[in-house]
């Protein structure tokens, strides 16, 4: 069945298709111990679910990334990944892939939200009535949870950056939370 411009199948494909063949490409050629991956946007909505689908990624992180549609104010989206109900109705809500993109042995996935995207998470986006960062840590709370119900030998992070001052990835993100976190292990 060929998939139409606008299908769902259509936007997994321009988001998943170029990561999963390449991923595929640059395994065949050398057997790599572990695979990390970093994406802004839709690159880290992309990175959270190839993260899901994929055990050989051993590092994950999304920026900005991967927040939930209810949490848009008045349907504000990014990129239309954010509304297939296909995905999020019959396969999995973000939660579900976080525990998935964090479980297995020794994995990680970090979710990096700012605090001043003009997109995603923002405070542009979230309605005045909403506490965002206890939503959000009780989302890393139950994901945390999730894992050690499972027995999980991995972990999940949440991170609000408060320097970066749009979509983007801040240089506190990548020198004090990503770098850190692949050169030490942590």
Known sequence: VKDAPGSVLAGLR???????VSLNFLTGMKDYEDISMIGLSGGGWTTT??????????????VAGTMPVYYRRNGSIGDIEQYIPELYRDMAGYQDLY??????????????????????????????????DADAGKIASDVRDALKTIGAESSFELKIDEK?????????????????DLTTGQ
Do not use: M
């Not at 990096?112 to 506490?131: H, K, M, S, T, W």
């Open 99 to 132: 525990v998935l993109c964090s479980s297995g042995k020794q994995r990680k996935h970090l979710q990096v939200l700012n605090r001043y995207d003009d997109c995603c998470f923002g405070i542009a986006q979230q309605e005045p009535e909403r506490d965002y």
């Open 49 to 62: 679910l190839v993260a899901a689908l994929d055990q050989r990624i051993a590092y994950s992180c999304s």
């Open 14 to 20: 321009f988001f998943l298709e170029p990561v999963i």
């Open 164 to 180: 970066a001052l749009n979509h983007q990835i801040s240089s506190w993100t990548l020198h004090e939370v990503i770098l850190k």
